[in-house]
């Protein structure tokens, strides 16, 4: 066998099991109804955002591995839109109002004592 095979196979070797344990920290997201995001995740966002009306939702997996719903909506006081990161215990880590940043800090590495880390 010469060098350049040992190298090619010692690659494969080794690549394999790095793709298999990076793939499994990757994020997710799923489209969720309304009508299954807790009650107490659509009424933080509307604590937070006067006259806010939620138009959809997704549950998301995030790298770091904490689980938020991101709800995007409305509001009828200013009419701009909105997208909140909100745990599933009610905690809003992050708002944008149309395509800025308001409050930012949903995508820390630490997970925080108000989110397990599974959805409900």
């Not at 997710?28 to 939620?54: C, N, Q």
């Not at 308001?102 to 995508?107: A, I, Q």
């Amino acid at each position: 066998m010469n060098k350049i095979t040992r190298y090619r196979i010692s690659f494969v070797i080794l690549s394999v099991p790095l793709f298999l344990v990076s793939s499994s920290f990757a994020g997710w997201e799923k489209d969720t109804p309304l009508s299954e995001v807790p009650e107490r995740v659509l009424k933080a966002a509307r604590a937070v955002i006067l006259g806010f009306e939620p138009l959809e939702a997704e549950l998301e997996r995030k790298l770091n591995g904490r689980v938020v719903y991101e709800i995007e909506g409305v509001s009828s006081a200013d009419g701009e839109s909105y997208e909140l990161e909100i745990t599933k215990k009610g905690k809003v880590l992050k708002i944008e109002k149309g395509d800025s940043d308001y409050l930012s800090g949903g995508d820390k590495d630490e997970k925080d004592d108000d989110d397990d880390g599974e959805s409900e």
